[in-house]
Each structure stands twice: as structure tokens, then as C-alpha cells.
């Protein structure tokens, strides 16, 4: 198992996080430099996540900044964590996803408490929603997002633990 390390992002960090570049039709996933504004809004939650050797590995959020607009999300459900992940380009397709979403799962069980985790994939990226699917998540709700026409899907999954 990978150790990996969490901390809120930072303004180094988040520099890096836009200069990465994904191959299409994963380059929906890029980050640009005036992006960077909201990626540090401690609100949004995000967190970097370096590795054991002190490098940037990628990325995770946790509440609404996870949404994507046209989703189903109910206000009223504070126990339900919304997840948002993104692994350094180079790192992608080698294995990996599933310890490191993993460790952003447990996490965000440690920092936050919930009791159930949500997330949403675009339909096209089959290798997170597999990824997530092995972890227990299931398809819970699908929806399009207005004006850039494209599919996605809501999964989640209960803690372990709860008891659901």
C-alpha cells in the first residue's frame, strides 16, 4: 500500500496543478491558471495529496466544489460527502486509482465524519467510475449537464461502519 499525505492545497502546489495536461477527452479534467482563485477558496476544500517522497500525486475536494451542475444534491444532507479526485496526468491508467481514491476516502472519513460518500463521474471516464464501482460505489442517479450536453453519473456508498 502507497502512504500518501494530505494537507489544504497550496498556492506552490496549485501552480503545478495548472500546468498539467490531460490527453482528450480527459482534458474536460485540465485546470487552468485563473482556476487558481477557487482551487485555494477554503470552502471548497480542497487538499493536496503527496506522496511519500514529498511529490505532488494529485488532488482531491470534498463538498460542493465536487458537484457538477445538474446533479441531484439535496442540501439538507449533511452526512453525505460530496468527493471530487484528480491523479497527476502521468500517473493515470498505471493502477493506481484505487489506493489512491482509497486514501481520499479515508481522509475524508477522518477529517469530515460522513455517513455516506457521493461522487460524479462523466460517463465517458469508465476507468473512475470502475474504479469507484470496486470500492463499493453504486449508480444512484443520471443526469446531463446543460449546456455542454454531456452525460454523467452520481454513484455513492455508505461508510464502512455505519451500518447502512
Given at each position: 500500500?502507497?502512504d500518501y499525505?494530505?494537507?489544504?492545497?497550496?498556492?506552490?502546489?496549485?501552480?503545478?496543478?495548472?500546468?498539467?495536461?490531460?490527453?482528450?477527452?480527459?482534458?474536460?479534467?485540465?485546470?487552468?491558471?485563473?482556476?487558481?482563485?477557487g482551487?485555494?477558496?477554503?470552502?471548497?476544500?480542497?487538499?493536496q495529496?503527496?506522496?511519500?517522497?514529498?511529490?505532488?500525486?494529485?488532488?482531491?475536494?470534498y463538498?460542493?466544489d465536487?458537484?457538477?451542475?445538474?446533479g441531484?444534491y439535496?442540501?439538507?444532507?449533511?452526512?453525505v460527502?460530496d468527493?471530487?479526485v484528480?491523479?497527476?496526468?502521468?500517473?493515470?491508467?498505471q493502477?493506481l486509482?484505487?489506493?489512491?481514491?482509497?486514501?481520499i476516502?479515508?481522509?475524508?472519513e477522518?477529517?469530515?465524519?460522513?455517513?455516506?460518500?457521493r461522487?460524479?463521474?462523466?460517463?465517458?471516464?469508465?476507468?473512475?467510475?470502475?474504479?469507484?464501482q470496486?470500492?463499493?460505489?453504486?449508480?444512484?442517479?443520471?443526469?446531463?449537464?446543460?449546456?455542454?450536453?454531456?452525460?454523467?453519473?452520481?454513484?455513492e456508498?455508505?461508510?464502512?461502519?455505519?451500518?447502512?
Amino acid at each position: 500500500m502507497v502512504d500518501y499525505f494530505f494537507s489544504p492545497l497550496t498556492m506552490e502546489f496549485a501552480h503545478q496543478i495548472a500546468t498539467w495536461r490531460y490527453d482528450p477527452p480527459f482534458d474536460l479534467y485540465d485546470i487552468y491558471p485563473e482556476h487558481l482563485k477557487g482551487l485555494l477558496y477554503p470552502a471548497y476544500r480542497y487538499h493536496q495529496v503527496l506522496g511519500r517522497n514529498g511529490a505532488l500525486v494529485g488532488f482531491c475536494c470534498y463538498g460542493a466544489d465536487a458537484r457538477v451542475p445538474g446533479g441531484e444534491y439535496n442540501e439538507g444532507e449533511p452526512l453525505v460527502l460530496d468527493v471530487g479526485v484528480g491523479l497527476r496526468p502521468d500517473l493515470t491508467g498505471q493502477g493506481l486509482g484505487e489506493c489512491f481514491v482509497q486514501a481520499i476516502l479515508d481522509y475524508g472519513e477522518n477529517t469530515f465524519q460522513p455517513e455516506q460518500f457521493r461522487v460524479t463521474v462523466a460517463d465517458f471516464n469508465l476507468r473512475s467510475r470502475k474504479t469507484f464501482q470496486k470500492l463499493g460505489f453504486q449508480e444512484v442517479f443520471h443526469f446531463t449537464r446543460e449546456l455542454v450536453e454531456m452525460p454523467f453519473t452520481q454513484l455513492e456508498r455508505f461508510v464502512k461502519g455505519t451500518g447502512k
